[in-house]
């Protein structure tokens, strides 16, 4: 391809540039929730932000943050297996996953004959060599899912990766077809699966595109759950309009940041678990005894009206708000009367002995996808 023909085919369609990756948080600078080796949960962000886990019940893993990366700076998604599965049956699987959302895919323009290519780029790090399988599920209207194959070639070496894929690749017209459209709202759009390890019920063809969404892989996929030895280390995620893999595109962190909570927000410091450190971080206005109002705004606009679980802002513990006053814990029954995409509204109702009792709390919202 010329440099003429790669300029226009970065630039035709596309995102603006400066906001090229799809992918949130693909360098994995943010660590809302913890840093520390978390044990991962079935289909669950519990770790660095907009990333999870899908997990059958055989095997175990964990995920951490790692500073071993490709360039010597920032870092790394590291996966570690602490429960062997020597055999994968026909239903299981492990699989690292980022859901993106519908609306933010419009540029692809599925649906339509001028649905865009897609490349994507990683870095990958194994001491298990072997073919692996990223899939790349497209929701909506009709699902629709591609599984390619990429290899690791060197044990314990980084080694970049560069997949792309076409609207029509396998000579499938799914894509291009109308009911192949994403629908222009808040749900999920495309899950990009990185497999580690899955049985044949999700066995399909590579470099091709399925109505089949239970293909996730092919029959080459190695079984990394073999022991619990084996590491994988992800790094630099994108996934760009094009059939070009550009130099991955680093943000500065706040930017990420504020991506990363529209999906998930808190009161704590940065990478520490809730119900740790606690602290002080919000108050309530106590109007009269036994009566206390306050707002809480998140830190950008969420997804969808989240999930909230508060905590005492004294002890950590869950469904309570602190009286610093009285040294004692309140019980948070239907404290909060009106959850929204921008914050909630809290009437506390029990615990409060004066009108000059101060009243503290913390905060965990969840809106994944």
């Given at each position: 391809m010329s440099k003429a023909a790669e300029l226009a085919a970065l630039i035709g369609g596309q995102k603006a540039l400066g906001d090229k990756n799809f992918v949130i948080n693909g360098d994995f600078q943010c660590w809302q929730r913890a840093t520390a080796a978390t044990t991962g949960v079935n289909n669950t962000v519990n770790t660095t932000d907009r990333w999870g886990w899908l997990l059958s019940n055989d095997g175990a893993v964990t995920s951490e943050r790692s500073t071993d990366t490709p360039t010597g700076t920032g870092y790394s998604f590291l996966a570690k297996c602490t429960t062997a599965d020597s055999s994968i049956a026909a239903g299981q699987y492990a699989v690292i996953y980022q859901n993106i959302e519908s609306q933010n895919l419009q540029p692809l323009q599925y649906g339509t004959s001028s649905a865009k290519s897609i490349t994507l780029s990683f870095w990958a790090k194994s001491n298990k060599t072997g073919t692996y399988t990223v899939a790349l599920y497209k929701a909506g209207n009709t699902g629709y899912i591609i599984p390619?194959?990429?290899?690791?070639?060197?044990?314990?070496?980084?080694?970049?990766?560069?997949?792309?894929?076409?609207?029509?690749?396998?000579?499938?017209?799914?894509?291009?077809?109308?009911?192949?459209?994403?629908?222009?709202?808040?749900?999920?759009?495309?899950?990009?699966?990185?497999?580690?390890?899955?049985?044949?019920?999700?066995?399909?063809?590579?470099?091709?595109?399925?109505?089949?969404?239970?293909?996730?892989?092919?029959?080459?996929?190695?079984?990394?759950?073999?022991?619990?030895?084996?590491?994988?280390?992800?790094?630099?995620?994108?996934?760009?309009?094009?059939?070009?893999?550009?130099?991955?595109?680093?943000?500065?962190?706040?930017?990420?940041?504020?991506?990363?909570?529209?999906?998930?927000?808190?009161?704590?410091?940065?990478g520490s678990a809730v119900t740790t450190n606690p602290g002080v971080i919000g108050a309530a206005c106590v109007g009269n005894v036994n009566r206390a109002f306050g707002n809480v705004f998140w830190p950008v606009t969420m997804r969808t009206a989240p999930t909230v679980t508060w905590y005492s802002g004294s002890t950590g513990t869950t469904n309570k708000w602190r009286n610093a006053s009285s040294g004692t814990d309140i019980t948070a029954a239907a404290a909060v009367a009106a959850i929204g995409e921008s914050g909630y509204g809290l009437v506390l109702s029990a615990g409060i002995d004066a009108v000059t009792d101060t009243l503290q709390g913390h905060y965990q919202a969840v809106a994944e996808l």
């Open positions: 390619n194959e990429y290899t690791i070639s060197s044990a314990n070496t980084w080694e970049k990766k560069t997949i792309t894929i076409t609207p029509t690749a396998g000579s499938t017209s799914f894509i291009t077809a109308s009911a192949a459209a994403f629908l222009n709202d808040n749900t999920l759009g495309f899950q990009l699966a990185f497999n580690l390890a899955f049985g044949s019920n999700g066995n399909g063809t590579n470099a091709t595109w399925s109505s089949n969404t239970a293909h996730y892989t092919t029959s080459n996929q190695v079984n990394w759950l073999d022991s619990t030895s084996n590491t994988f280390y992800l790094s630099q995620v994108q996934l760009e309009i094009g059939e070009v893999a550009t130099p991955f595109e680093h943000e500065d962190f706040s930017t990420t940041l504020r991506k990363c909570q529209r999906y998930y927000a808190k009161s704590w410091s940065q």
